[in-house]
C-alpha cells in the first residue's frame, strides 16, 4: 500500500512500528522475532499454502498465516506457544505423510526446508498413516525434471512460473489432495511451453524440481584415456563458488575455480568469458551495422538460451530483431572442435566439450538440433553450478585451499566486459564499451555504465556517442532480466510505444548469476550480492573492454578472418523457429541462417 | 380478469419435472377441458409445493387439499371426483392432520411467502402479492444510509452460514468513494442436504431480485452478480426470465423509477466446486480462476471482485430483504427470537416420514421441525441422530433435540445453524458410514489451494476407511479429533476448517458405534 | 472449428467458464479439447495452463472424451444414507464400468458427484440435464434401459 501511515503493534510483548500494508511476518522480521515458515519464500508472493508460520492474535478465533496477514493497529500477536508449536510440528507431520522421504539420495539433501524444519522441531511421523501416492517423474526433457512424489504443493513454482516469469508452463491439474502440479493436459515439461529457466528448481523448497544430471557422463568422459575433455565455466559461476565453500561471498573465485577443474580431470580448463567477449565483438559490429545500414532495430541481445526460447514461444514476430548471434556457450562450443581442434590438431571426434553454467536452460541450448556447425554436437555437457560443486565435493577436494591457477591458452584469457555478462546489464555495459571504441575511435572517458547495473526490473537510458562519422548519436537502451520484465518490454517494443536500438535480456531474475543453476533458494538479494561481486572483478581486472582481449584477436587474425565474416557467420551465428504456446514445439523457422 | 372458482397450484421444480409433471399437467388440462371446466378450473405452474418424495403433487385452493404421487391415470378421477362432485380423491391425498396441524407455515413465512403460491414466471403475479413495493420505496422514499439503517435494526444476520450481520457488512462498503462497487449473490448451494435456496429461486425469483435491487441501492453498486451453480438449470431458466421481464418493466437498467439510479444484474454460472461457497473463492471463480479462497483481509466489502468492494450475501439473506424494506425493521424483528430475529427456512431429510422443507421463526426447537414439519421417524422407527447445518454440521443425539434452532441458542452447544440443511437419521443408521461419507465429501471438494486441508482430509479419509473396514484403532480416534482440530486452526477458509464439528461430534456423541467396529 | 461458441462472449476472461460450458455442451463426446483450449487461449488472451487449471478444478468439465450419457450419481451424505452405494454398485454391474469410465458402446459415462440439491428425493442421479430421484436397483434398471432404446 503506498502510503507512509505507520502501524503499531505488539509481537511477543515487543512494540513495534512499521508501514500500513506490512505483514506480521515482515513486521516480526523487523523486531528480530523468528516464526517458522515452509512455503514463505521472500522474493515471492505468499501461496499461504503451509500454515507453519501461523501465529495467535489477540480476539482472533482461530490462528492466522502470519506471511500474509497485514498488521492493524493495536494488534497483540503470540509468534510461539505451546500450542503454536503442537500445530506447527502436526502440520509439517502432515506433509511428511505426503512426500517420498529419501533423504539420503535427494539432490535436495542438506539443503532442504522441510527436511531443516522437520529436524528443528523435532517432528515426530510416526502417528500418521503415510498418504502418498506415487505418481511417475516427469524427466523427458533436457533441462529440469519434477518428481511428484516430493512436491509439497507450496505454489512457489507455479507463482514464478506465472507471475514472475509469465512463461505458464506449469500450473495445477484436479484439486484438493489429487491435485498436481503439472503442465498443460498433463504432457510434461518437454512438450508444455517450459523455457527451461530453472527458476521453479531454484525456488522449490524440497527438491521436486532439479536439473536433468550430467554428472555421470561426465565422470564417464573424464575417466576414458580416449576422451580428450575441455571445459568452460559461464562469468556467473566464480561469483557463486565462494559462498558454497565458506568463503568471503562477495569475492570472486576464479583461480581455485581452474585448479578444482584441473584435480577433476579436465584436459583443458578454458573460459566462458573468453567467448563472451568474442560475443561482444560480434554483436557490437552486428549492431553498429544495423544502425549504418538502417537494419532492424532494435537489436535484441540473444545470450539468454529461456529469453531465446520465451521469445520463439510468445514473440516470434520479432525474430529478426533478436542478434543472430550465438550465445557464449555455443560460440566456445562451435570453436572448441574447430579452431581449438585445428591448432591443437586433435580429432575433434574424441573431443568432449563439457560447460559449466548457473543455467538449466543451456542444457537444452546444447541439445538443440541446429547446434552442430562445427560438424559435432557444439557442447556435449552442460553442467549447472550445483552439479559443478557436487563433483567437487564426491572428488573430495579441499576448494577452499586450493591454489589459484590460471586458465588455458587459446581460449582462456578475458576482460572485464566478459565478466560482468554474468550480472543483469552486463552484456549491455560489455557491448556499449566496444561500440563506442568502434564509432569513436577512442575509449569511454568512464567505463562504468551505471544506468544499466543494478536489479530494477526494466532499465532504460539514453547514451550520446559522438560518432567519427555519423555526427553525435544518441543510443537508446533498455535492460529487463527476469521474462515477465522482458515480456513488458517487448510489449512496448510490439506496440511501438517507444524506440529502442539496443535491447538486452536476460531470462532469470538478477541475470545469470539468479539462474536455475545456481544455489537452492537463491534470493534477490543473493543475486544482486553475486552481480556486485563481479563488477567488483571488472573494475580489478586491468583490461575491461572485449576488443583489448588478445585471444579474441588472434582467434579473429588466426582463424575467423573479422568480425561478422563468412566463417564467423558459420560457427558463430543461428537462427530461430516459432514455437506453440500450448507445447513448446517448433512450428516453423522464422529466421534463417546466412 | 376471469373469475375462477378453483384453482390449482403445481408444483414445478426439478422433483416434479423427474417425476413427469408436465406430462401430468398437459393431460390434467385436456380433461378439464374436456369436461367443460376450463373456465371455472385455473392451472396455476408455481414453484416447489415443499413436498419430496412424492412425486408429482398439486394443491386445489379455496379447499387447500393436497394431491401427492399422482399419475397421468389419477387424472380423470380427480376431475371427476373433485371437481365435478366436490369429493376429494381420500387415496391421493397428503396425510390431512398433518397439513392442517402445521400449514406448512405459510402464515409466517417470509421469504417463502409466494413460493408455492404465484406463477414464478409471470412478474405481474409477483408485484400483484406486493412485490417490488419495498424496492419502491428504497429507491424513492429512503436514502442509501436509511436503507442500510433498516436492515441492521431489522437484526437480519447471514443465511450462508456464518449468521455475520447484513446490515453490518454493508456498512462496510456503503460509504466507501469509488467508481465502481459491486454486489454479489452467492447461489453457489452445495452445502449437503441443503436447497433452500433452489426453492426460493425456483419459486420466487422475483423476490431475489427485488433483495438485490435494494442491496445495491444501498451501497451504491450499479452492477450485481448472481452466481449460481451450474447444476441449477432451472433456476438458471426462470432466473433469466425474471431479469428479463425486471427490465422490460423498468425496475431494472437506466435510470429507475425516475431516479439517478442505474442496476444492471447478470448471471455467472458454475461449474461443481463446492468451495466456491465461499465468499472470495465464488469471486475468483467468477473472475475466470480455479476457485482458490483469497486471503481475508482485505476482505470483500473493501477489495473484492475486480478488485473493487464487493457485497457477497446468500440467496435467503437476499429475499428477506424486500419484507423489511416495505414492512420496516419492528415487524421484522418480531419474527424469531432476541438476537436472532426472523425465518429460518430448512430442509428435513433422510429418515423422516415427510421430507421437505419449512420456514419457522428463528429459535423454533429441532424437535419441533423434525416431528411437527418432517412428520417424524418413518417406520415405526427410533431416531438416532440428526447432521444439523450440512455436511459442515453437528451429529445431534437424542437429548440434544430440545436445542433451539437459532445461531446463539445452537452455539450452547458447540453446533452451528449452517445452511438450515437437517438430516435425520433413524437407529439402523452407522455413525461410522455416515462419517465416512461426510469425510468424503470433504477430500472430494478441497480445493487444494491449502496444505492442512488437503493433506488433513485425505488423512481422515484413510483412517476413517480403516476404521470402516474394521482395520481401525482405538487410537486413531484420537488421531482424528487430532487432526482436525489442527485443519480448525490452520486451514485456509472455513472448508478445511468445518471438519472438526463433524468429526468430533460423531465421535463423542456415538463412540459405542465406532469401537463396535474395531472389535 | 470453436470459433462459434466463443465468439458469443466478450473476450475478457471472466467468460472463460461460460465458454468452457458451451465447447462442451456442443462437443459429442462432451469434452473440453487441447484445441479448443488453444482456440480459447487465443480469444481471451489467457494462457493454455491458466485454462487447463480451471478445467480440471471444475467437476463438470472433462478434459477427455465422454460417452453421449453422463451419469452423475451423487455421493453427498443425505443420498449415501438413503443408499447411494447401493445404486452405485448397480450402476457399475449393468453398465460394466469403473467410476470414470465409459462404456463400450459410448453411451454412458459414469460418475460420481456431489449433492445436487435435490436431496428431497435421495438418493439421486443426474443424466445430462435430467434428474432421477427416489432410486433404486429397479428403477436405474429401467431409466438406462430406456435411454438405450431411445438410442436405436
Given at each position: 500500500?503506498?502510503?507512509?501511515?505507520?502501524?503499531?503493534?505488539?509481537?511477543?510483548?515487543?512494540?513495534?512500528?512499521?508501514?500500513?500494508?506490512?505483514?506480521?511476518?515482515?513486521?516480526?522480521?523487523?523486531?528480530?522475532?523468528?516464526?517458522?515458515?515452509?512455503?514463505?519464500?521472500?522474493?515471492?508472493?505468499?501461496?499461504?499454502?503451509?500454515?507453519?508460520?501461523?501465529?495467535?492474535?489477540?480476539?482472533?478465533?482461530?490462528?492466522?498465516?502470519?506471511?500474509?496477514?497485514?498488521?492493524?493497529?493495536?494488534?497483540?500477536?503470540?509468534?510461539?506457544?505451546?500450542?503454536?508449536?503442537?500445530?506447527?510440528?502436526?502440520?509439517?507431520?502432515?506433509?511428511?505423510?505426503?512426500?517420498?522421504?529419501?533423504?539420503?539420495?535427494?539432490?535436495?539433501?542438506?539443503?532442504?526446508?522441510?527436511?531443516?524444519?522437520?529436524?528443528?522441531?523435532?517432528?515426530?511421523?510416526?502417528?500418521?498413516?503415510?498418504?502418498?501416492?506415487?505418481?511417475?517423474?516427469?524427466?523427458?526433457?533436457?533441462?529440469?525434471?519434477?518428481?511428484?512424489?516430493?512436491?509439497?504443493?507450496?505454489?512457489?513454482?507455479?507463482?514464478?512460473?506465472?507471475?514472475?516469469?509469465?512463461?505458464?508452463?506449469?500450473?495445477?491439474?484436479?484439486?484438493?489432495?489429487?491435485?498436481?502440479?503439472?503442465?498443460?493436459?498433463?504432457?510434461?515439461?518437454?512438450?508444455?511451453?517450459?523455457?527451461?529457466?530453472?527458476?521453479?528448481?531454484?525456488?522449490?523448497?524440497?527438491?521436486?524440481?532439479?536439473?536433468?544430471?550430467?554428472?555421470?557422463?561426465?565422470?564417464?568422459?573424464?575417466?576414458?584415456?580416449?576422451?580428450?575433455?575441455?571445459?568452460?565455466?559461464?562469468?556467473?559461476?566464480?561469483?557463486?563458488?565462494?559462498?558454497?565453500?565458506?568463503?568471503?561471498?562477495?569475492?570472486?573465485?576464479?583461480?581455485?575455480?581452474?585448479?578444482?577443474?584441473?584435480?577433476?580431470?579436465?584436459?583443458?580448463?578454458?573460459?566462458?568469458?573468453?567467448?563472451?567477449?568474442?560475443?561482444?565483438?560480434?554483436?557490437?559490429?552486428?549492431?553498429?551495422?544495423?544502425?549504418?545500414?538502417?537494419?532492424?532495430?532494435?537489436?535484441?541481445?540473444?545470450?539468454?538460451?529461456?529469453?531465446?526460447?520465451?521469445?520463439?514461444?510468445?514473440?516470434?514476430?520479432?525474430?529478426?530483431?533478436?542478434?543472430?548471434?550465438?550465445?557464449?556457450?555455443?560460440?566456445?562450443?562451435?570453436?572448441?572442435?574447430?579452431?581449438?581442434?585445428?591448432?591443437?590438431?586433435?580429432?575433434?571426434?574424441?573431443?568432449?566439450?563439457?560447460?559449466?553454467?548457473?543455467?538449466?536452460?543451456?542444457?537444452?541450448?546444447?541439445?538443440?538440433?541446429?547446434?552442430?556447425?562445427?560438424?559435432?554436437?557444439?557442447?556435449?555437457?552442460?553442467?549447472?553450478?550445483?552439479?559443478?560443486?557436487?563433483?567437487?565435493?564426491?572428488?573430495?577436494?579441499?576448494?577452499?585451499?586450493?591454489?589459484?591457477?590460471?586458465?588455458?591458452?587459446?581460449?582462456?584469457?578475458?576482460?572485464?566486459?566478459?565478466?560482468?555478462?554474468?550480472?543483469?546489464?552486463?552484456?549491455?555495459?560489455?557491448?556499449?564499451?566496444?561500440?563506442?571504441?568502434?564509432?569513436?575511435?577512442?575509449?569511454?572517458?568512464?567505463?562504468?555504465?551505471?544506468?544499466?547495473?543494478?536489479?530494477?526490473?526494466?532499465?532504460?537510458?539514453?547514451?550520446?556517442?559522438?560518432?567519427?562519422?555519423?555526427?553525435?548519436?544518441?543510443?537508446?537502451?533498455?535492460?529487463?532480466?527476469?521474462?515477465?520484465?522482458?515480456?513488458?518490454?517487448?510489449?512496448?517494443?510490439?506496440?511501438?510505444?517507444?524506440?529502442?536500438?539496443?535491447?538486452?535480456?536476460?531470462?532469470?531474475?538478477?541475470?545469470?548469476?539468479?539462474?536455475?543453476?545456481?544455489?537452492?533458494?537463491?534470493?534477490?538479494?543473493?543475486?544482486?550480492?553475486?552481480?556486485?561481486?563481479?563488477?567488483?572483478?571488472?573494475?580489478?581486472?586491468?583490461?575491461?573492454?572485449?576488443?583489448?582481449?588478445?585471444?579474441?584477436?588472434?582467434?579473429?587474425?588466426?582463424?575467423?578472418?573479422?568480425?561478422?565474416?563468412?566463417?564467423?557467420?558459420?560457427?558463430?551465428?543461428?537462427?530461430?523457429?516459432?514455437?506453440?504456446?500450448?507445447?513448446?514445439?517448433?512450428?516453423?523457422?522464422?529466421?534463417?541462417?546466412? | 380478469?376471469?373469475?375462477?372458482?378453483?384453482?390449482?397450484?403445481?408444483?414445478?421444480?426439478?422433483?416434479?419435472?423427474?417425476?413427469?409433471?408436465?406430462?401430468?399437467?398437459?393431460?390434467?388440462?385436456?380433461?378439464?377441458?374436456?369436461?367443460?371446466?376450463?373456465?371455472?378450473?385455473?392451472?396455476?405452474?408455481?414453484?416447489?409445493?415443499?413436498?419430496?418424495?412424492?412425486?408429482?403433487?398439486?394443491?386445489?385452493?379455496?379447499?387447500?387439499?393436497?394431491?401427492?404421487?399422482?399419475?397421468?391415470?389419477?387424472?380423470?378421477?380427480?376431475?371427476?371426483?373433485?371437481?365435478?362432485?366436490?369429493?376429494?380423491?381420500?387415496?391421493?391425498?397428503?396425510?390431512?392432520?398433518?397439513?392442517?396441524?402445521?400449514?406448512?407455515?405459510?402464515?409466517?413465512?417470509?421469504?417463502?411467502?409466494?413460493?408455492?403460491?404465484?406463477?414464478?414466471?409471470?412478474?405481474?403475479?409477483?408485484?400483484?402479492?406486493?412485490?417490488?413495493?419495498?424496492?419502491?420505496?428504497?429507491?424513492?422514499?429512503?436514502?442509501?444510509?436509511?436503507?442500510?439503517?433498516?436492515?441492521?435494526?431489522?437484526?437480519?444476520?447471514?443465511?450462508?452460514?456464518?449468521?455475520?450481520?447484513?446490515?453490518?457488512?454493508?456498512?462496510?462498503?456503503?460509504?466507501?468513494?469509488?467508481?465502481?462497487?459491486?454486489?454479489?449473490?452467492?447461489?453457489?448451494?452445495?452445502?449437503?442436504?441443503?436447497?433452500?435456496?433452489?426453492?426460493?429461486?425456483?419459486?420466487?425469483?422475483?423476490?431475489?431480485?427485488?433483495?438485490?435491487?435494494?442491496?445495491?441501492?444501498?451501497?451504491?453498486?450499479?452492477?450485481?452478480?448472481?452466481?449460481?451453480?451450474?447444476?441449477?438449470?432451472?433456476?438458471?431458466?426462470?432466473?433469466?426470465?425474471?431479469?428479463?421481464?425486471?427490465?422490460?418493466?423498468?425496475?431494472?437498467?437506466?435510470?429507475?423509477?425516475?431516479?439517478?439510479?442505474?442496476?444492471?444484474?447478470?448471471?455467472?454460472?458454475?461449474?461443481?466446486?463446492?468451495?466456491?461457497?465461499?465468499?472470495?473463492?465464488?469471486?475468483?471463480?467468477?473472475?475466470?480462476?480455479?476457485?482458490?479462497?483469497?486471503?481475508?483481509?482485505?476482505?470483500?466489502?473493501?477489495?473484492?471482485?475486480?478488485?473493487?468492494?464487493?457485497?457477497?450475501?446468500?440467496?435467503?439473506?437476499?429475499?428477506?430483504?424486500?419484507?423489511?424494506?416495505?414492512?420496516?425493521?419492528?415487524?421484522?424483528?418480531?419474527?424469531?427470537?432476541?438476537?436472532?430475529?426472523?425465518?429460518?427456512?430448512?430442509?428435513?431429510?433422510?429418515?423422516?416420514?415427510?421430507?421437505?422443507?419449512?420456514?419457522?421463526?428463528?429459535?423454533?426447537?429441532?424437535?419441533?421441525?423434525?416431528?411437527?414439519?418432517?412428520?417424524?421417524?418413518?417406520?415405526?422407527?427410533?431416531?438416532?441422530?440428526?447432521?444439523?447445518?450440512?455436511?459442515?454440521?453437528?451429529?445431534?443425539?437424542?437429548?440434544?433435540?430440545?436445542?433451539?434452532?437459532?445461531?446463539?441458542?445452537?452455539?450452547?452447544?458447540?453446533?452451528?445453524?449452517?445452511?438450515?440443511?437437517?438430516?435425520?437419521?433413524?437407529?439402523?443408521?452407522?455413525?461410522?458410514?455416515?462419517?465416512?461419507?461426510?469425510?468424503?465429501?470433504?477430500?472430494?471438494?478441497?480445493?487444494?489451494?491449502?496444505?492442512?486441508?488437503?493433506?488433513?482430509?485425505?488423512?481422515?479419509?484413510?483412517?476413517?476407511?480403516?476404521?470402516?473396514?474394521?482395520?481401525?484403532?482405538?487410537e486413531d480416534l484420537e488421531h482424528m479429533i487430532m487432526l482436525s482440530e489442527t485443519m480448525k486452526e490452520s486451514s485456509f477458509c472455513a472448508l478445511g476448517q468445518s471438519l472438526l464439528l463433524p468429526v468430533k461430534s460423531a465421535i463423542e456423541n456415538f463412540r459405542e458405534d465406532f469401537l463396535a467396529r474395531m472389535k | 472449428m470453436y470459433e462459434k461458441f466463443i465468439k458469443k462472449y466478450a473476450p475478457t476472461k471472466d467468460n472463460l467458464i461460460y465458454i468452457l460450458h458451451e465447447i462442451q455442451d456442443n462437443h459429442p463426446q462432451q469434452y473440453v479439447s487441447e484445441e479448443a483450449v488453444q482456440e480459447v487461449s487465443e480469444y481471451l488472451k489467457v494462457s493454455p495452463a491458466h485454462i487447463y487449471g480451471v478445467l480440471t478444478f471444475y467437476t463438470m468439465f472433462s478434459t477427455k472424451p465422454r460417452g453421449k450419457n453422463i451419469i452423475r450419481l451423487c455421493e453427498s451424505p443425505p443420498c449415501f444414507l438413503r443408499g447411494s452405494e447401493q445404486i452405485l454398485k448397480k450402476l457399475k454391474e449393468s453398465l460394466d464400468v469403473k467410476i470414470g469410465e465409459t462404456t463400450k458402446d459410448g453411451l454412458f459415462t459414469l460418475e460420481l458427484c456431489a449433492c445436487l440439491g435435490v436431496c428431497g428425493n435421495a438418493p439421486v442421479m443426474m443424466i445430462n440435464e435430467d434428474v432421477y430421484g427416489d432410486l433404486t436397483e429397479k428403477k436405474v434398471e429401467k431409466i438406462i434401459n430406456d435411454i438405450k432404446g431411445r438410442q436405436e
Open positions: 500500500m503506498a502510503n507512509n501511515k505507520m502501524i503499531k503493534l505488539w509481537i511477543d510483548n515487543k512494540e513495534v512500528e512499521v508501514p500500513e500494508g506490512t505483514t506480521i511476518l515482515s513486521a516480526a522480521q523487523k523486531a528480530d522475532i523468528h516464526i517458522p515458515t515452509l512455503c514463505y519464500h521472500p522474493d515471492l508472493e505468499p501461496s499461504a499454502n503451509c500454515g507453519v508460520c501461523v501465529v495467535e492474535i489477540e480476539g482472533q478465533p482461530v490462528p492466522k498465516r502470519s506471511c500474509c496477514t497485514p498488521v492493524w493497529e493495536g494488534m497483540k500477536v503470540t509468534s510461539n506457544s505451546v500450542k503454536l508449536r503442537h500445530l506447527r510440528k502436526t502440520l509439517v507431520e502432515m506433509v511428511l505423510s505426503n512426500h517420498d522421504v529419501v533423504c539420503p539420495t535427494c539432490n535436495q539433501n542438506n539443503k532442504c526446508e522441510l527436511q531443516d524444519l522437520a529436524y528443528l522441531l523435532g517432528v515426530d511421523d510416526s502417528r500418521l498413516p503415510k498418504i502418498l501416492e506415487k505418481k511417475p517423474i516427469d524427466d523427458a526433457g533436457f533441462s529440469i525434471v519434477r518428481d511428484p512424489n516430493k512436491c509439497i504443493s507450496c505454489g512457489r513454482c507455479i507463482t514464478v512460473c506465472q507471475q514472475v516469469q509469465t512463461v505458464n508452463a506449469l500450473t495445477i491439474n484436479g484439486r484438493g489432495f489429487d491435485g498436481t502440479v503439472t503442465t498443460p493436459f498433463d504432457k510434461g515439461m518437454s512438450e508444455s511451453p517450459c523455457v527451461n529457466c530453472g527458476q521453479c528448481v531454484v525456488y522449490c523448497p524440497v527438491g521436486a524440481l532439479r536439473e536433468k544430471s550430467n554428472t555421470e557422463e561426465v565422470w564417464d568422459a573424464l575417466l576414458d584415456d580416449d576422451k580428450y575433455v575441455v571445459v568452460q565455466e559461464a562469468p556467473a559461476i566464480r561469483a557463486t563458488l565462494g559462498e558454497e565453500f565458506g568463503m568471503d561471498p562477495e569475492k570472486v573465485t576464479v583461480g581455485k575455480m581452474y585448479a578444482a577443474l584441473r584435480k577433476l580431470g579436465f584436459d583443458r580448463v578454458f573460459d566462458t568469458n573468453f567467448s563472451a567477449d568474442l560475443t561482444i565483438m560480434e554483436e557490437g559490429t552486428e549492431l553498429i551495422t544495423r544502425l549504418k545500414e538502417g537494419g532492424k532495430l532494435p537489436l535484441i541481445t540473444s545470450c539468454s538460451p529461456g529469453w531465446i526460447k520465451f521469445m520463439e514461444t510468445y514473440f516470434p514476430g520479432i525474430a529478426e530483431n533478436v542478434s543472430t548471434c550465438k550465445s557464449p556457450q555455443q560460440m566456445f562450443g562451435a570453436l572448441v572442435k574447430t579452431y581449438f581442434a585445428e591448432k591443437e590438431d586433435l580429432d575433434p571426434a574424441k573431443i568432449v566439450s563439457v560447460s559449466i553454467m548457473p543455467c538449466t536452460a543451456k542444457k537444452f541450448e546444447a541439445n538443440r538440433p541446429e547446434m552442430k556447425d562445427s560438424g559435432y554436437q557444439d557442447v556435449d555437457y552442460v553442467l549447472t553450478t550445483r552439479e559443478f560443486v557436487k563433483m567437487i565435493k564426491e572428488a573430495g577436494i579441499d576448494f577452499k585451499n586450493l591454489p589459484e591457477e590460471k586458465a588455458d591458452d587459446l581460449m582462456g584469457a578475458y576482460t572485464g566486459a566478459g565478466t560482468i555478462f554474468g550480472a543483469t546489464g552486463g552484456v549491455m555495459e560489455a557491448a556499449v564499451r566496444t561500440a563506442y571504441y568502434v564509432l569513436t575511435g577512442r575509449e569511454m572517458d568512464n567505463l562504468n555504465v551505471e544506468a544499466v547495473r543494478g536489479m530494477k526490473g526494466v532499465k532504460e537510458a539514453s547514451l550520446t556517442i559522438p560518432t567519427k562519422d555519423l555526427g553525435e548519436v544518441s543510443l537508446n537502451v533498455a535492460v529487463a532480466h527476469g521474462l515477465g520484465n522482458a515480456r513488458k518490454l517487448m510489449e512496448k517494443v510490439v506496440s511501438g510505444e517507444k524506440e529502442y536500438h539496443f535491447i538486452e535480456v536476460m531470462a532469470c531474475p538478477g541475470g545469470c548469476v539468479g539462474g536455475g543453476g545456481q544455489p537452492f533458494g537463491s534470493s534477490l538479494a543473493d543475486r544482486a550480492r553475486r552481480g556486485m561481486s563481479l563488477y567488483k572483478e571488472d573494475s580489478d581486472l586491468p583490461l575491461r573492454c572485449s576488443h583489448q582481449n588478445p585471444a579474441v584477436n588472434k582467434a579473429y587474425e588466426s582463424y575467423l578472418g573479422e568480425p561478422n565474416s563468412e566463417k564467423a557467420h558459420k560457427l558463430l551465428h543461428t537462427y530461430y523457429f516459432q514455437r506453440s504456446t500450448a507445447n513448446g514445439q517448433t512450428q516453423k523457422e522464422v529466421t534463417h541462417k546466412h | 380478469m376471469k373469475f375462477y372458482r378453483s384453482h390449482i397450484l403445481i408444483g414445478i421444480d426439478d422433483s416434479s419435472l423427474q417425476s413427469g409433471v408436465k406430462e401430468i399437467e398437459n393431460s390434467l388440462r385436456q380433461e378439464l377441458d374436456k369436461n367443460n371446466l376450463s373456465d371455472e378450473v385455473n392451472i396455476l405452474e408455481t414453484g416447489t409445493l415443499g413436498y419430496f418424495g412424492t412425486g408429482v403433487s398439486i394443491t386445489v385452493y379455496p379447499d387447500q387439499i393436497t394431491y401427492v404421487n399422482i399419475t397421468k391415470e389419477d387424472i380423470p378421477e380427480i376431475v371427476s371426483e373433485h371437481f365435478l362432485k366436490g369429493r376429494p380423491v381420500r387415496r391421493l391425498m397428503l396425510d390431512k392432520e398433518f397439513t392442517s396441524k402445521y400449514d406448512f407455515g405459510y402464515k409466517r413465512r417470509i421469504v417463502l411467502e409466494n413460493s408455492g403460491l404465484i406463477d414464478p414466471e409471470n412478474i405481474e403475479e409477483y408485484i400483484g402479492t406486493g412485490g417490488y413495493e419495498g424496492w419502491e420505496k428504497a429507491l424513492t422514499e429512503m436514502k442509501p444510509n436509511q436503507i442500510v439503517e433498516e436492515v441492521k435494526q431489522s437484526g437480519l444476520r447471514g443465511r450462508g452460514g456464518a449468521g455475520f450481520p447484513t446490515g453490518l457488512k454493508w456498512s462496510f462498503t456503503a460509504p466507501l468513494e469509488v467508481e465502481q462497487k459491486y454486489v454479489v449473490v452467492n447461489a453457489d448451494e452445495g452445502e449437503p442436504g441443503t436447497f433452500k435456496d433452489r426453492l426460493i429461486m425456483e419459486g420466487d425469483p422475483h423476490k431475489l431480485l427485488e433483495g438485490v435491487m435494494i442491496a445495491s441501492r444501498a451501497v451504491g453498486a450499479s452492477k450485481a452478480y448472481i452466481y449460481i451453480r451450474g447444476e441449477y438449470k432451472l433456476c438458471i431458466q426462470r432466473l433469466q426470465h425474471a431479469i428479463k421481464q425486471a427490465y422490460d418493466y423498468g425496475i431494472l437498467g437506466k435510470n429507475i423509477f425516475g431516479s439517478d439510479f442505474n442496476l444492471d444484474i447478470y448471471l455467472k454460472i458454475g461449474a461443481g466446486a463446492y468451495v466456491c461457497g465461499e465468499e472470495t473463492a465464488l469471486i475468483e471463480s467468477m473472475e475466470g480462476n480455479r476457485g482458490n479462497p483469497r486471503n481475508k483481509p482485505p476482505f470483500p466489502g473493501v477489495e473484492g471482485a475486480w478488485k473493487a468492494p464487493t457485497v457477497v450475501n446468500n440467496v435467503e439473506t437476499l429475499a428477506n430483504v424486500p419484507s423489511i424494506i416495505k414492512n420496516g425493521a419492528d415487524w421484522y424483528a418480531a419474527f424469531g427470537v432476541e438476537g436472532c430475529t426472523g425465518s429460518k427456512v430448512y430442509t428435513i431429510l433422510g429418515d423422516v416420514k415427510h421430507p421437505g422443507l419449512c420456514e419457522v421463526d428463528m429459535g423454533t426447537p429441532l424437535r419441533t421441525i423434525i416431528d411437527g414439519y418432517g412428520g417424524g421417524i418413518k417406520d415405526g422407527k427410533e431416531f438416532k441422530a440428526a447432521l444439523v447445518g450440512g455436511a459442515a454440521g453437528v451429529f445431534l443425539p437424542n437429548k440434544m433435540l430440545d436445542v433451539k434452532m437459532d445461531f446463539n441458542s445452537l452455539q450452547e452447544y458447540a453446533a452451528v445453524l449452517g445452511s438450515g440443511a437437517i438430516l435425520v437419521m433413524n437407529e439402523d443408521a452407522d455413525m461410522v458410514d455416515m462419517l465416512w461419507s461426510v469425510i468424503r465429501f470433504f477430500r472430494h471438494e478441497s480445493c487444494g489451494k491449502c496444505s492442512p486441508c488437503a493433506n488433513g482430509n485425505e488423512i481422515l479419509y484413510r483412517l476413517i476407511t480403516d476404521i470402516r473396514n474394521g482395520k481401525g484403532k482405538e | -
